[in-house]
């Protein structure tokens, strides 16, 4: 009998996932393929033959992801700017259509020496420690209410400062109180919020559904409760001059930059797009 080549299995890999309607199932077949076999996706030995044990864990994680598990839990991995961020069951996924929206607030940060950031709902902490990975010279606060959120947002800090990263100070706390980091009312460069903004009621892909928290997904009935308190929080958090960009739905950059010209505080409204060229954040600095 032929031995099956770690290709044939994920050409096998690949139709059970699009069968199940995973819409990267190439892709996803083969990060799961480097996660059991400890390499990259580039060093995969297509031409192999997997051992029994490799082959069992990797078919049991391809269906693990054929009930749309996200592919980043079942590596335990998701990266943003360059940073390893561990994740699990009870945290968000951080996704790369924040990449734009991280270059972005580190722009407004070029030039700026010693700057102060701060992450709303950090979930996994990925933004905040994206943004001290970047400026080491920065100051950056995290904050999250959900206790498991938090407990992942931890162990990342924890890991990204032994590997010699700035320490981002994580704090437990709510973004719609009013009275949320009043202490730097007013001194803060960069605002970087990726806050809940589904409407209620929504039915996500099962990937976030059935797996992800609804507490970092859902945001009251039109979608903003969380959205207006980041954007009152950013009216006396920023400093003159500082930058805030807010992470929304596709469909949301319109009413978002609404809310901020209401405020009469912000100049330069604007809206930036994700990979995919859809509406993905909007940014104001503050007059």
Known sequence: MTATTLGVVLTEAEKT?????????REDAEQLAAHVMGCTVAQLPLDAVPGAEDLARLRDLVAQRADRVPVEYLTGRAVLGGVEIAVGPGVFVPRKHTEPLLAWGLDVLHGVSRPLAVDLCTGSAAIALAVAHARPDS??????????????????????????????????????DPAMFAELDGTVDLLLPNP???VDGVVLPPEWQEHQPWSALFGGQDGLVVIRAVVAAAVRLLRRGGGVAIEHDDEQA?????????????????YGVDHWGTPRYTTARRK
């Open 139 to 176: 100051t950056v606060h995290a904050i999250e209410l959900d206790p498991v959120a938090l407990s992942w947002a931890r162990r990342n800090v924890a890991r990204q400062a032994e590997l010699g990263d700035t320490p981002v100070a994580l704090h437990a706390g709510d973004v719609t």
């Open 17 to 25: 996932l699009t069968d199940a309607g995973a819409w990267l199932p």
């Open 196 to 198: 809940p903004f589904v």
């Open 254 to 270: 319109e009413v978002i930059m609404s809310l901020l010209r209401e405020q009469d505080a912000f100049t330069d409204i604007s």
